[in-house]
């Protein structure tokens, strides 16, 4: 029995067992540890390094900022801008959601925050212009996801981190990907509402009325420009744009909108505290996990086995989307990076394979597992809103979850969909 055996025998044994994955993966680690008689202590050490970073401080500054934006009057104006641009479209409400989400994406980072705001406001006025509430939604729940696709993300923070990588280069990275799965998804929103009889919300575009949205959501609109601007020219760093988008959202909140009350700051620093916490005690287990991995060289041990079955990288680039969609159907989107960062990342990068390519498609395929039972988060949020069935939703969901496969294939197979902008901006 060797230390392979030991590491991802007992992982997988906690899993059956029904442990969470924080435990699963703290179990794996020490009995690993434990057959190889070393001190223990270590895990605290990488439990320190594992926080002890400054990248990871953009966590919890962007879960903080994503929150406080849903009680500072800034998604609902976002979503209005949305439905101005979109609603005239066959399916255009529906559409207008794809378009928050965009534009919520590129300020909160989550793809469930996302959800919850755009589908607070978006679900009942699709119901109410008689879409049926399984559809509604669906393409909700679908959308959502563009949260941690379009920048800023908090899934890329995590993989930075883990990976070592630049985050404004992820960030900015992001950005043709993240379009190219939005239009798709309003793509295949056009055929299916053409055919079900989903009409837009106007007959025609009013330019006075883009006007006004506009301008009532000038100070929404601003945020993303004023956070991702701030990284992209090098002004401040991806953390430190986190704290400036607090700053911006309380000034916004407090003294231009006047909607942000103190219940409401004190609900998004308990959400805050709840899921940053989650999250760091992941990345302390998962980081254990990882590092033992690699100083016993497992990776490379996988990238054999994969060059022994075929050394054609289109088709290994198939096998790993297929292998992390499939994780994200059952494990968490935060612990699946962590998880097989350290394990597919060197494996890839002797293919050739750019490490800030292999970020997009990983974040990509988390993307998908938002909407995708049994785990999928959106799918339990938007069926609370929509108060309808996830069976019902999960089905609906097929043909968009279809059209981001087929988006993160060609993210995959087209390098320069993740890498020309970076390079582009001399990155």
């Not at 979109?86 to 590129?106: E, R």
């Not at 292998?323 to 935060?334: A, K, N, R």
């Not at 999960?394 to 968009?400: G, Q, T």
Request: charged content about 10%; some cysteine; glycine content about 10%.
């Amino acid at each position: 029995m060797n230390v392979t055996t030991i590491l991802f025998g007992s992982f997988v044994l906690m899993l059956l067992w029904g442990a969470p994955i924080t435990v699963a993966l703290g179990v794996a680690a020490m009995s690993a540890l434990f057959f190889l008689d070393h001190d223990l202590v270590s895990l605290v050490q990488v439990a320190y390094t594992s926080v002890d970073s400054f990248p990871i401080m953009a966590l919890p500054a962007f879960v903080l900022a994503g929150a406080l934006m849903q009680y500072a009057g800034i998604s609902k104006r976002l979503v209005k801008l949305a439905e101005a641009l979109a609603g005239p479209m066959t399916g255009g409400l529906a559409s207008s959601t794809v378009l928050a989400c965009m534009f919520f994406g590129a300020i909160s980072g989550s793809g469930p925050a996302t959800t919850a705001a755009v589908g607070m406001l978006m679900i009942p006025a699709m119901i109410d212009r008689d879409y049926s509430r399984g559809y509604a939604s669906a393409i909700t729940a679908s959308s959502g996801g563009l949260g941690v696709v379009i920048p800023p993300s908090i899934p890329m923070v995590i993989y930075g981190v883990t990976a070592n990588q630049s985050i404004t280069q992820l960030f900015i990275a992001g950005m043709i990907p993240g379009v190219l799965i939005a239009a798709g998804l309003m793509v295949v929103n056009y055929f299916i509402c053409r055919k079900k009889g989903y009409v837009g919300t106007t007959p025609h575009w009013s330019i006075g009325e883009i006007a006004l949205a506009f301008k009532e959501g000038f100070w929404s609109i601003m945020a993303p420009v004023v956070i991702l601007g701030g990284i992209y020219t090098g002004f401040f760093t991806p953390t430190e744009a986190a704290v400036v988008a607090i700053f911006y959202t309380l000034f916004v909140g407090i003294f231009i909108h006047r909607e942000i009350k103190l219940p409401g700051i004190m609900k998004s620093l308990e959400s805050t505290t709840w899921l940053t916490g989650r999250v760091l005690i992941i990345m302390f287990t998962a980081r254990a996990f990882g590092r033992l991995l690699v100083q016993y060289h497992i990776p490379d041990m996988i990238a054999s086995a994969l060059m022994s079955l075929t050394d054609n990288l289109f088709i290994i680039w198939a096998l790993v989307i297929f292998f992390l969609i499939i994780i994200g159907m059952f494990m968490e989107t935060l612990a699946t990076i962590m998880l097989v960062t350290p394990v597919l990342l060197p494996v890839m990068t002797q293919l050739g394979v750019d490490p800030i390519h292999f970020g997009i498609v990983l974040v990509c395929c988390c993307e998908i597992g938002f909407e995708t039972p049994p785990l999928g988060e959106n799918l339990f949020i938007a069926s609370g809103i929509g108060n309808t069935t996830i069976e019902d939703i999960s089905v609906k969901a097929i043909p968009f979850s279809f059209i981001e496969i087929g988006a993160v294939f060609l993210i995959a197979y087209i390098p320069m969909l993740s890498l020309w902008l970076p390079k582009l901006l001399g990155y």
